[in-house]
């Protein structure tokens, strides 16, 4: 009976915390999102149609070599600066 440890001000916000977090841990993790899809649904085919492999793989590759190239057309024509 010696052993055992009583509940002082000194270690009561660590017993106070472990309650809430043994209280509420339950709540928390049970809850569903809202507007969220399930992982029964199916994922989105992105790469499906012609249409979404033009709009989200080849306009975008085709942006960052025209940036690429019109930076260093820049770099060229003006020398001085240090960008």
């Known amino acids: 009976m010696e052993n055992i440890r009583h509940i ?3 270690n009561l916000p660590v017993v106070l ?3 809430f977090i043994t209280a509420f841990s339950a709540a928390a993790l049970g809850q569903l999102p809202t507007n969220v899809p399930s992982p029964e649904a199916k994922p989105v085919d992105f ?3 012609t249409a979404n492999i033009v709009l989200y793989v080849v306009i ?5 070599v025209l940036v690429i190239i019109w930076r260093r057309r820049t770099a060229k024509h003006n020398p001085d600066k240090d960008q």
Do not use: D, E, Q, R
């Open 8 to 10: 002082t001000l000194k």
């Open 60 to 64: 975008p590759i085709v942006v960052i």
């Open 47 to 49: 790469l499906g149609s």
């Open 17 to 19: 915390t472990a309650i």
